[in-house]
């Protein structure tokens, strides 16, 4: 999942910088050092998302559990829903 989001992320990074050269009318490929800067901070933010997903389900279960109830139920396949020891 990790790896799927960065590449999403830098993807659109760089296909906002595109899409803002098209919008202005401009060659696609003028300020090309921005597309490699896009690039690399979409990558930052997919990679960022992850982390910030597992911690929002870990935070919820300390909530639920607070309140007595169960922690929630899913697949581990994606999100582990257990805390980082």
Do not use: C
Not at 42 to 55: A, P, S, T
Request: charge should be positive; glycine fraction near 10%.
């Amino acid at each position: 999942m990790g790896l799927t989001a960065m590449l999403v992320g830098s993807i659109s990074g760089t296909g906002l910088q595109m899409l803002n050269n098209a919008l202005q009318k401009v060659p696609l490929s003028r300020r090309p050092w921005l597309h490699v800067g896009y690039f690399f901070l979409g990558g930052y933010i997919g990679q960022r998302w992850v982390k910030l997903e597992k911690e929002l389900v870990i935070d919820i279960n300390e909530i639920r559990a607070d309140k007595g109830l169960p922690p929630m139920v899913a697949t581990s396949a994606w999100i582990k829903y257990e805390n980082p020891e």
